[in-house]
């Protein structure tokens, strides 16, 4: 599968679209400048990726959620690709997924498999984004292969769980909870 670096060589907007969108929704604060860096090169081989206008219906700040995000996210893969609605989404996510800095300035970690807590938030946000896809057009042949890997993950995740099983049960409880939701979309 080609990633944003390949597409962005190839000239492939319709693939550059997808990892970026991807990307933002995964890392909204872009920590290693990636979305930065792509738009940059965009700009420099003159890449124009994006649609004139969108018909994504904005809600209050007040009013942002994961569901929201979620339809933003999909109305940005599916109907129109614009710079304001990916900027858009980029700020629900931030909104959704504060950072927390210490004051030199790096990320606070909680004691204790915070990345792996991070890695699930990730992929729950991916497969609810799946879901909102699936409902508004259902998914492509490259959308149904990264949900069979999410699955793969997930389970791997679980199992990982099950052997540390003195470990924090609300972490089992979510992978179950995307597994059952990735076997409710292909069913």
């Known amino acids: 599968m080609m990633n944003l670096t390949e597409a962005i060589e190839k000239k492939d907007i319709e693939m550059i679209r997808r ?6 929704v995964a890392n909204p604060h872009d920590e290693k400048k990636v979305v930065q860096q792509a738009l940059r090169g965009l700009n420099q081989e003159q ?16 009013d942002w959620s ?47 498999n915070k990345s792996t807590d991070v890695r699930i938030e990730r992929l729950e946000s991916e497969v609810n984004e799946l879901m909102a896809i699936n409902l508004k057009k259902g998914l492509s042949k490259d959308e149904v292969q990264r949900l069979n890997e999410l699955r793969k993950i997930i389970e791997r995740l679980q199992n990982q769980e099950h052997r540390e099983a003195k470990g924090d049960t609300s972490k089992k409880t979510i992978l179950h909870h995307l597994l059952e939701m990735i076997k409710r979309i292909f069913s």
Request: proline share 3%; aromatic share 10%.
């Open 19 to 24: 990892r970026l969108a991807t990307y933002v």
């Open 66 to 112: 994961k569901e929201y995000l979620a339809d933003a996210y999909a109305s940005l893969k599916t109907a129109e690709f614009s710079k304001e609605l990916f900027h858009h989404v980029i700020e629900v996510g931030k909104k959704l997924s504060p950072v927390q800095k210490s004051t030199a300035n790096r990320t606070i970690h909680s004691p204790k």
């Open 47 to 62: 890449i124009n990726i994006w649609d004139e206008k969108d018909s994504f219906v904005r809600k209050e700040r007040r």
